[in-house]
């Protein structure tokens, strides 16, 4: 018999597939993404994607001059469906074969969105945050030039500098917003 659940970092026994929203613990989540690196870790230096989350937090508020804090915490989490189920690069995720595994994100993502109030589907202006992230990593993270151009719809974030942070100061400064946002 295949096991249904996973065992979180605070020892919780999460239920992967018939989970309630009181099973998803912010601690669990921001410890996750803190060890989880971006890109499969194809990336200069280790980036989490907790460190990516807390800079689409600070880009909806410092770049697009959001003040909602749910539409700040839904930047904040919009990737924490990844501490259930893995950061698996686009090209693959949103291949046809793969639906089945989106399927179970939107799940996820839908219990997130229900434990911790925040806007789902995720509004465009999430996305747009995130894509001004993700051109703002292109350029600071990985190897220039790129052997072939990537597909960018929104400008990189010129005045953020991506700096190394180790999990432990990405856990702290995710759990810090998210504090900020309770």
């Given at each position: 018999?295949?096991?249904?659940?996973?065992?979180?970092?605070?020892?919780?026994?999460?239920?992967?597939?018939?989970?309630?929203?009181?099973?998803?613990?912010?601690?669990?989540?921001?410890?996750?993404?803190?060890?989880?690196?971006?890109?499969n870790?194809?990336t200069?230096?280790?980036?989490?994607?907790?460190?990516?989350?807390?800079?689409?937090?600070?880009?909806?508020?410092?770049?697009?001059?959001?003040e909602?804090k749910?539409?700040?915490?839904?930047?904040?989490?919009?990737?924490?469906?990844?501490?259930?189920?893995g950061?698996?690069?686009?090209?693959?995720?949103?291949?046809p074969?793969?639906?089945?595994?989106v399927?179970?994100?939107?799940?996820v993502?839908?219990?997130?969105?229900?434990?911790?109030?925040?806007?789902?589907?995720?509004?465009?202006?999430?996305?747009?945050?995130d894509?001004?992230?993700?051109a703002t990593?292109k350029?600071?993270?990985?190897?220039?030039?790129p052997?072939?151009?990537?597909?960018?719809?929104?400008?990189?974030?010129?005045?953020?500098?991506?700096?190394?942070?180790?999990?432990?100061v990405?856990k702290?400064r995710?759990?810090?917003?998210?504090?900020?946002?309770?």
């Amino acid at each position: 018999m295949t096991q249904d659940w996973f065992q979180t970092y605070t020892g919780h026994a999460f239920p992967l597939f018939d989970f309630k929203p009181a099973d998803f613990i912010i601690e669990d989540i921001a410890h996750s993404l803190a060890n989880l690196c971006r890109y499969n870790g194809h990336t200069k230096f280790f980036y989490s994607v907790s460190q990516h989350s807390v800079y689409v937090y600070e880009c909806l508020k410092k770049v697009l001059n959001i003040e909602s804090k749910k539409l700040l915490l839904t930047g904040l989490l919009h990737d924490a469906a990844e501490s259930i189920c893995g950061d698996m690069i686009s090209p693959v995720k949103h291949h046809p074969i793969m639906r089945p595994y989106v399927d179970w994100i939107n799940h996820v993502e839908r219990g997130l969105a229900e434990q911790f109030d925040i806007s789902y589907p995720f509004p465009p202006i999430i996305k747009r945050a995130d894509n001004i992230v993700l051109a703002t990593e292109k350029e600071q993270i990985t190897h220039q030039p790129p052997p072939r151009p990537w597909t960018l719809v929104e400008e990189p974030w010129h005045e953020l500098e991506i700096e190394q942070w180790s999990p432990e100061v990405a856990k702290e400064r995710f759990l810090a917003a998210f504090a900020a946002l309770s």
